[in-house]
């Protein structure tokens, strides 16, 4: 039996919190998709951890965790990443296994990633430039390097080749930067990856399926983000909702029990694109202030805006959602009155759903406004305690939504987190 977790927005909707939370009921966690441009902070011992590369779940000794092959992993932030991990007593070693089927991200890549950015101008995706883009491309253009490559004798040569490929691209697009600085690191964290146990990840995980072990498939990024039903073109290159599980770990659907969709009780945006709540105003300062907006991976201030119940709704649809969980709702404690949209204004005609072009015309979101609960609900540990306008503000969303919020995380801590049924 699989569960997945996944962001219902932008991303950073809190998912390496849950993630974290729920482990210990699960035996294995697995990325299936995305890469370095992930960043999923937790608190272990009161301490953050912001983890790129390796799955949520890392920091419970019990459980297995996987890199699935629908990632794209960058040796480079996995070594670090590794290195982290064990500062904290955890034997990276024991528990942590990687795809033979991942592709590998080049120093290259990376440097496609940016120039790709700087030719766009003003039209840039805003990505994270940690390669994720090209890496992708070369795994549908039929290029890239996997994992299970690092065994072939022959590997050098084809990173050789592959590495000449792209520095033409790069020689087109007119980038200067010299990328064998980069190649020593790279070579020294390979090596690295080499003691990993490097598996052909779909029997393993359907091994564990058929002994009866259960596994939590950890999203990255958010729908919105989607490559398929995102914001096109301002989106990531992978399949972040849950039809990726499948293809990102080698797993049949009929496996999938529930999806368990993560949102901000607001929503955040980082990077460009369509953005209909976004609130470039003081509120928009507050939320940001209010709810510490800055990217973990990258650190850009991110965009806030209220919640989009136009936009999760169609998220839900598109992943299946069983159950919500509401992160952040703390964030909205001091705000007198809250805002959802229910619906699009476009060119004077109403709609509750995505559009195809989210920017050739405006859409103004039609809000309806609630009032706040003006109350610390940070140290709330049960569903009775929480204050009547949030329950109203909740009720509203499920009713809008048709799949219930199971849980309200009223903090970043471990123990901050309200179960609902
Ligand atoms: P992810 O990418 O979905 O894992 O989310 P990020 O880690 O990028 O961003 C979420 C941020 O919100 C992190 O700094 C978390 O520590 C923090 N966070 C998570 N849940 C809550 C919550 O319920 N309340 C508050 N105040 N912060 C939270
Ligand atoms: P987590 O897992 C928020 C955004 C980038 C950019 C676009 C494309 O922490 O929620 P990419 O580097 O993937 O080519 O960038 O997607 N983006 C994220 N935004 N959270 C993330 O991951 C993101 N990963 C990518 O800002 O707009
Ligand atoms: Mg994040």
């Not at 965790?65 to 996995?78: A, E, K, R, S």
């Not at 590997?155 to 020593?184: C, I, P």
């Not at 009929?254 to 368990?260: F, G, L």
Request: aromatic share 10%; hydrophobic share 35%.
């Amino acid at each position: 039996m699989i569960d997945v977790i996944l962001g219902l927005q932008w991303g950073d909707e809190g998912k390496g919190k849950i993630v974290d939370y729920f482990a210990p009921r699960y035996d294995m966690i697995a990325r299936f998709q995305g890469g370095p441009n992930a960043g999923h902070t937790l608190y272990v011992n009161d301490k953050k951890v912001v983890l790129h590369q390796i799955p949520s779940g890392i920091f419970h000794e019990q459980s297995i965790n996987l890199i699935g092959n629908g990632v794209v992993l960058d040796p480079v932030t996995f070594k670090k990443e590794c290195e982290t991990v064990k500062s904290f007593g955890i034997d990276y070693y024991r528990n942590l296994y990687i795809a033979q089927r991942t592709h590998i991200i080049l120093p290259t890549h990376r440097a496609l990633d940016k120039a790709s950015e700087i030719s766009k101008g003003n039209e840039k995706i805003g990505s994270t430039l940690k390669g994720i883009g090209p890496a992708y491309m070369d795994k549908t253009g039929r290029n890239g390097l996997r994992v299970g490559d690092l065994l072939d004798k022959n590997f050098k040569a084809h990173y050789t080749s592959l590495r000449q490929k792209h520095q033409k691209l790069l020689d087109g697009l007119h980038f200067e930067e010299d990328v064998s600085a980069m190649e020593e690191e790279f070579f020294e964290a390979l090596e690295f990856m080499r003691d990993f146990k490097i598996v052909a990840g779909e029997y393993f995980i359907n091994e564990k399926l058929s002994q009866g072990k259960k596994v939590l498939a950890e999203g990255a990024q958010g729908s919105m983000l989607d490559v398929d039903f995102g914001t096109f073109p301002f989106v990531t290159s992978s399949n972040t909702i849950s039809a990726g599980v499948c293809t990102g770990l080698g797993v049949a659907p009929q496996h999938i029990r529930e999806v368990i969709g993560v949102t901000k009780a607001y929503c955040t945006r980082v990077g460009g694109g369509p953005f209909p709540t976004e609130l470039e105003n003081e509120t928009g300062d507050r939320l940001r202030k209010a709810g510490s907006e800055f990217g973990a991976t990258t650190g850009r201030p991110r965009r806030c805006g209220w919640i989009d119940l136009v936009a999760l709704r169609y998220a839900c649809m598109i992943n299946g959602v069983t159950k919500l969980v509401m992160t952040k709702a703390d964030v909205l404690d001091d705000f007198e009155k809250l805002s959802m949209c229910t619906k699009y204004r476009i060119a004077g005609l109403e709609s509750e759903e995505v559009p195809f072009q989210m920017l050739q015309q405006p859409i103004e979101p039609v809000l309806s406004t609630f009032e706040g609960w003006k109350k610390d609900i940070t140290t709330i540990k049960d569903i009775h305690s929480l204050p009547e306008e949030m329950k109203t503000y909740i009720s509203f969303i499920d009713s809008y939504l048709k799949v219930n919020v199971s849980y309200i995380s009223n903090g970043p801590g471990r123990d901050q987190l309200i179960e609902k049924q």
